[in-house]
T-cell receptor, first 112, second 117 residues
Framework: GENVEQHPSTLSVQEGDSAVIKCTYS??????FPWYKQELGKRPQLIID?????GEKKDQRIAVTLNKTAKHFSLHITETQPEDSAVYFC???????????FGRGTSLIVHP | NAGVTQTPKFRVLKTGQSMTLLCAQD?????MYWYRQDPGMGLRLIHY???????AKGEVPDGYNVSRLKKQNFLLGLESAAPSQTSVYFC????????????????FGDGTRLSIL
């Protein structure tokens, strides 16, 4: 089955810095890669996703890049703010399976 | 439009007791999922359903049963609760569009915090 590795497990940055979280996957048939943000005590919520026919996608301060050859995808957050502090999960979904495999999460801490 | 609703939000059980967690979605989604979330372990899939009347095992199914008698509801049962089942349980749903590039994001409920003493 699919295996997703997510790094780092904890990331501490100063407000205004950039943050990068990287995930690697194993199944070459995976074609959908969502990222979820989970604030403390809340539900995970989708913040951005990318499909295998696209190399990069941006939405304001967040972006996701995908390297199919290397089987890795990354979340980039620029100009971080304290409200970006949360746990971020990546996921990988093989085509047509509708069953994502999640990374173990990255706890992002943005210091004011 | 409430999205995905989970009940109860909190529950404390004694070892050996049984209970059922209810998940309801009003988005007409085909797929529904039950996850457990433990510190440092991410979201682990317990069981899932691809449609009314169907269920399948996920990564960590032991000790749990599920049923999907109606499309909008997905029930998770613990027959004989054990302390190792202390966790936060999330239900999620997602639509399907039937093509290879049709994977859609999951919509999560608020979670049920379950403690087994």
């Amino acid at each position: 089955g699919e295996n997703v590795e997510q790094h780092p497990s904890t990331l501490s940055v100063q407000e205004g810095d950039s943050a990068v979280i990287k995930c690697t996957y194993s199944d070459s048939a995976s074609n959908y890669f969502p990222w979820y943000k989970q604030e403390l005590g809340k539900r995970p919520q989708l913040i951005i996703d990318i499909r295998s026919n696209v190399g990069e996608k941006k939405d304001q301060r967040i972006a996701v890049t995908l390297n199919k050859t290397a089987k890795h995808f990354s979340l980039h957050i620029t100009e971080t703010q304290p409200e970006d502090s949360a746990v971020y999960f990546c996921a990988s979904t093989p085509g047509g399976s509708y069953i994502p495999t999640f990374g173990r999460g990255t706890s992002l801490i943005v210091h004011p | 439009n409430a999205g995905v609703t989970q009940t109860p939000k909190f529950r404390v059980l004694k070892t050996g007791q049984s209970m059922t967690l209810l998940c309801a979605q009003d988005m007409n989604h085909e797929y529904m999922y039950w996850y457990r979330q433990d510190p440092g372990m991410g979201l682990r899939l317990i069981h899932y359903s691809v449609g009314e009347g169907t269920t399948a095992k996920g990564e960590v199914p032991d000790g749990y049963n599920v049923s999907r008698l109606k499309k909008q509801n997905f029930l998770l049962g613990l027959e004989s609760a054990a302390p190792s089942q202390t966790s936060v349980y999330f239900c999620a749903s997602s639509p399907t569009l039937g093509s290879r590039y049709s994977n859609q994001p999951q919509h999560f409920g608020d979670g049920t915090r379950l403690s087994i003493l």
